[in-house]
């Protein structure tokens, strides 16, 4: 069935490092891949998004890459900062009309300052 | 801010009772989505209601239901609980082909 696999499930990094967190999903007729930071209390916030058309889209120190052919999709965190620590999830959104939403497991993301 | 309100932000109740979460998307959004995220995992998605109708189904129980009234606010009951049910419950909505934005959920707690 519809599965989004995200690794690592922990990440720690030193300040100032880059951080990068792998989703594989395995419904080829997904086409919009977002990403969401949650914080301790809060709910998932939308950091990043993808659409299938595009390879690769950058936001100041966030950028997300998409591989279709290989179903792999990337976050990429540059010169990381102590408020980068959260939980991460990618999603994968199915194609047609049910707009459904498959999410990863999720990756804390620790950064050491 | 998202735009999502959900109500109650806690609720405590003991097992066997029922009890209804709500949400308020966001202004003009149409799809309401229901998520549970027991501890420390991820989201489990629930159903999915869109203009009033249902329009996609996850692993929802037997015991919860949901329906999304003409103001386009949704309710998630959820019935003869169980200590399992204790999680995290969200709520997102979505406006045509644009992302979901999440409320920041109800806790529930079973005891």
């Known amino acids: 069935g519809e599965n989004v696999e995200q690794h690592p499930s922990t990440l720690s990094v030193q300040e100032g490092d880059s951080a990068v967190i792998k989703c594989t999903y395995s419904?080829?007729?997904?086409?919009?891949f977002p990403w969401y930071k949650q914080e301790l209390g809060k709910g998932p916030q939308l950091i990043i998004d993808?659409?299938?058309?595009?390879g690769e889209k950058k936001d100041q120190r966030i950028a997300v890459t998409l591989n279709k052919t290989a179903k792999h999709f990337s976050l990429h965190i540059t010169e990381t900062q102590p408020e980068d620590s959260a939980v991460y999830f990618c999603?994968?959104?199915?194609?047609?009309?049910?707009?459904?939403?498959?999410f990863g497991t999720g990756t804390r993301l620790k950064v050491l300052a | 801010d998202s735009g999502v309100t959900q109500t109650p932000k806690h609720l405590i109740t003991a097992t066997g009772q029922r009890v209804t979460l709500r949400c308020s998307p966001r202004?003009?959004?149409?799809?309401v989505y229901w998520y549970q995220q027991s501890l420390d995992q991820g989201l489990q998605f629930l159903i999915q209601?869109?203009?009033?109708?249902?329009?996609a189904k996850g692993n929802i129980l037997e015991r919860f239901s949901a329906q999304q009234f003409p103001d386009l606010h949704s309710e998630l009951n959820l019935s003869s609980l169980e200590l399992g049910d204790s999680a995290l419950y969200f709520c997102?909505?979505?406006?045509?082909?644009?992302?979901?934005?999440f409320g920041d959920g109800t806790r529930l707690s079973i005891l």
């Open positions: 997102a909505s979505s406006g045509g082909d644009g992302p979901q934005h």
């Open positions: 419904d080829s007729a997904s086409n919009y």
């Open positions: 993808i659409r299938s058309n595009v």
């Open positions: 999603a994968a959104r199915h194609q047609t009309g049910t707009y459904k939403y498959i």
């Open positions: 202004s003009g959004d149409l799809s």
């Open positions: 209601y869109y203009n009033g109708e249902e329009r």
